[in-house]
């Protein structure tokens, strides 16, 4: 996937512009080795889409990698279950991996770290407690024992070349960490996912007085979350939302519903308050949010007001006005429990007088989902509460505001805007550009594009392969693009199958032309219109003598496919099939 | 899909509450005829979805429509092209028809106009100039010959027992109309879609004269487009884009693209105005866009500043700094001028310095695609102004600031919200109980429920189908939705057919089984593997006597579905198919 066949070399920056370096740009060739003290980063994912974020630095010939999660799928991609990043640069690598280091609990940080460990078992994982707790609970499912190492924010660490210093940052789940890793080649901080909430429930802000101490020192490289960067001023602070919350559960007469995110634990704190403030019981709803709260509480992340916490099962024990459900299924995910709720698909009822309430953001593509799941839920006659009528959320991103006070206070030799589509990372370069740093000091790579750091400059070196990784059924990296545009056209055009089995000595046949038709017609009648073509078709192939298989299918493919076209004006799949007998 | 089998009768309404009703209400039944003297309103389309608006009045023995529009489909309906309102209601009761009154030009009201008139040709259509015109040139590529009647506001008109008055309304087409209905059983004013810009382009506002005027007369039932009953306050005039545009237009160096909707004739004026002021020639690229934009400057609706259109294969013997490109394509769709200039397949190439205008909305549920392309605009370079970051978009619909206005002003006794999903209506209707009216004559109903008007009361009496009707290739209502379910399964799940021929006197195979699979892995020989496993389960039934070709195929989708879903964690569709020969 990586382009080829160019001449190698560094890409000349125009000055005074920044401009986004796709990995598959003409004049980008596979990299050559890396300088003599030079530090190497390849961005695996998460530039120039939202997930499966990970980076690899790469000095001294050993390898560091920062985060290691899976994307999810869109509508174009059928029935793929995760997308996970390409390990193929790691090929032949994997003894000098000396490390991940996951900066947060998040899916898209944390979620490929069992397929990474698939191919080498021995790669420590790095990472908070909070952190370390939910990826070893995945690892569990995985049946992957891991070789893990608790840090906390202040603490250093060595790992081959690579020294690291965490910092604490803020972001939608507690216990997440910035990193600084410096080598010989120079320094680099990442941010991982942040935002810059000055009173945050936990009281565990993003520690500006390291990163402004880190900038003293010298960051040669600024890796920064770019989610936010086109979104002006600030982000909310989450303690808004417990007051909203309150007001919400104040007039709600009936049974609460709250849908969130299943390892957003300041939520769910904020709603186990609000529960408590009026006197309501609250159960929690969705395997993940079961499991993640659990661990939440285990580690004092979840301070659970006595009583207030009741098992599911107990939750018909109280009257409606004396209960919240919290669940997951803030997405119109049509398994979740809130989605079969709306279709009155669950155990769980919800009528006239009831309010359910959205606590999550409308993340993109998945409108028509949540609408469905709205519009349900009204039809019941319940009150729906969502971030479009009311701050029921906000967002766990650093917005423009905050993105400037950082570029300000560590002020980088160069930045990299990561985490992000292009339209975030040409936004968060601009920020970069807004408070001084050269233009052609921002580097806007995507995914697989090589920058090299040597001696305080960050150059474009070359790209390496970064395609989607499918994970489909039990399948890892074996269903490619051309079985999913095969999904999109059985999917949206269906199928013709035509059989037929012709004697092996003269070609007659034996059997068939039989059909089968899958979404095009309710009535199999249909198709039994184009048999006699198909028949003719398969004589006049023998008649003319030496007819092997593959041009009688080719002329049944031919047959069937005009009178698709003409008769029902479809591009139907179309697959014939001849056997000698 | 009507309900059945329970007691007719009117739907009691609970004081004080407004509930929607769904067309599935299980005490929702056929309706009984008529009463005498009585209105009946059956809203066909439009109402629980934003799309194929349609309304059916019938009185005294006769059928007047309002509106015949279409809906476009979604990711859960592949391959459809259209969806149209289920015309059931009126078979038989074609030559009662005594018109199709249509409120506007856009797809979602006259969409569908083709296809009814495909079951009687006869049926006049009445619509203002430039709504008849857009209909017209619609109805021409379906080579149908119309009975028109053109109408403007303020003018009267009779159509069997229903006495009509036009009124004018803004929306973001020219030349809309609302309509009151006026008949022996009370009066109905119908919206159409509308909003309130007080100081629009053309300076034809929506006449809240003559709304006060029949609110004085009297307006039993007060049908509202309810589409931005959600949003807050008052939709922004129309000619404030016209500032921005200039502004972006001042700002920018090399060439100009905007995208916008194909009939929106006065958003076209102001990106004309802001080129000629600045000294840039306009090419409108998009059939459907040169096609209705001839129209609206034929009927003097689009003022073309003098030698500023030109055509757009006269666009590069202009500098690029002096042009600016007019496209469709502003949803994102794949085949649009836009989706294929950001994926450099079209002859108009964009890059650095370039800039690309979203003056449009963004429709729920392609924000993917949109921002597709708007990443791909960036990453050639472009500097990509939209709704998010720039005001160059506002509403075409009533905010709930304009909508309590109407209320106030009509003073309805009775009211019915149209045109948007659950949650647009119950925003809606809620509005007129704020100003006043008894919740208990706020109808909320969904596609197909049959609301009588009797008495100054509007009551439910029942439910008729009102499924969809797809359009897919050449077939208009053949598609059903088993037919989408076996799509969806294809597309996320794939297929595996086997075909086996055996000997019709004793079940010998003859040949196969074979198999053709798709959609599931790269490599046909994953799937040879169970060919063995196959062999044996038909040898069985064959070795168990009395086995016919139903059993053996039974036999095969058996040993093949539990391979697949043990083996590959999938369920593909199944399909085997055994002949004798």
Chains 1, 2 share one sequence.
Not at 59 to 68: M, P, R
Not at 487 to 513: K, M, S
Request: aromatic fraction near 4%.
């Amino acid at each position: 996937m990586g382009p080829a066949g160019l001449s190698a070399g560094p890409l000349p920056h125009r000055p005074g512009r920044i401009e986004p370096v796709s990995h598959s740009h003409p004049e980008l060739n596979e990299p050559s080795p890396i300088p003599d003290g030079g530090l190497r980063i390849i961005p695996l994912g998460g530039l120039g889409e939202v997930g499966r974020n990970m980076t690899v630095f790469e000095h001294a010939g050993k390898i560091l990698i920062v985060d290691c999660g899976v994307l999810f799928p869109e509508d174009s991609q059928p029935g793929v279950d995760l997308i996970l990043p390409d390990f193929s640069y790691l090929e032949g690598r994997w003894d000098d991996v000396v490390g991940v280091v996951l900066t947060h609990g998040h899916e898209d940080h944390i979620g490929a770290v069992p397929y990474l460990l698939r191919h080498h078992r021995e790669i420590p994982v790095i990472g908070s407690e909070l952190t370390l707790a939910f990826i070893e609970a995945k690892l569990k499912e995985h049946r992957i024992k891991a070789v893990t190492r608790l840090v906390r924010e202040g603490q250093q660490d060595s790992l081959g070349p690579f020294d690291l210093e965490f910092v604490a940052v803020n972001h939608s789940i507690p216990d997440a960490l910035a990193v600084m890793i410096r080598t010989t080649a120079g320094s680099v901080l990442h941010t991982g996912d942040f935002k810059m909430d000055q009173l945050p429930l936990d009281g565990r802000i993003t520690d500006l007085r390291a990163f402004a101490r880190l900038g003293e020192e010298g960051v040669d490289l600024f890796l920064v979350d770019s989610t936010n960067a086109e979104v002006p001023g600030f982000t909310a602070p989450e303690r808004d939302i417990g007051k909203v919350l309150s007001n919400v559960f104040a007039e709600a007469g009936g049974q609460i519903v709250v849908a969130s995110f299943a390892s957003h634990v300041h939520r769910v704190q904020q709603v186990l308050d609000a529960a408590h403030a009026h006197g309501r019981k609250v159960a929690l709803v969705g395997r993940s949010m079961v499991r993640n709260m659990g661990i939440a509480k285990e580690l004092g992340h979840l301070d659970v007001p006595e009583g207030t916490l009741i098992d599911v099962k107990h939750i018909t024990d109280f009257p409606p006005e004396q209960t919240v459900l919290m669940a997951t299924g803030s997405q119109g995910e049509p398994m979740a429990a809130l989605s079969r709720i709306a279709n009155k698909d669950h155990r769980v009822s919800v009528g006239p007088g009831d309010t359910v309430i959205f606590a999550s953001s409308l993340i993109p593509g998945n409108e028509n989902s949540v609408f469905r799941v709205i519009n349900g839920l009204m039809r019941l006659g319940a009150k729906v509460v969502h971030q479009g009528n009311a701050k029921v959320h906000v967002s766990g991103h650093a917005s423009a505001g905050e993105l400037l006070y950082c570029y300000n206070i560590v002020r980088p030799k160069n930045v990299m805007p990561v985490h992000g589509e292009i339209r975030h990372l040409v936004a968060n370069g601009a920020l970069a550009v807004q408070t001084g740093v050269p233009a052609e000091r921002v580097v806007l790579a995507e995914d697989g594009v090589v920058v090299d750091l040597l001696e305080g400059k960050a150059r474009i070196a070359g790209a390496v392969p970064a395609g989607y990784v499918y994970v489909d059924g039990s399948s890892v990296g074996e269903i490619t693009d051309a079985e999913l545009k095969d999904r999109r056209i059985l999917g949206e055009e269906g199928f013709i199958a035509i059989f037929a089995a012709v004697d092996a000595t003269n070609g007659t046949v034996l059997t068939g032309p039989h059909i089968q038709a899958r979404g095009m017609a309710e009535d199999d009648a249909v198709f039994d219109a184009i048999l006699p073509d198909v028949t003719d078709a398969l004589n006049e192939v023998v008649a003319r003598g030496n007819a092997d298989t593959h041009q009688m299918q080719q002329a049944m493919r031919r047959v069937v496919g005009r009178w698709a076209a003409r008769k029902l004006r479809r591009s139907p799949m179309i697959i014939p099939t001849v056997v000698e007998a």
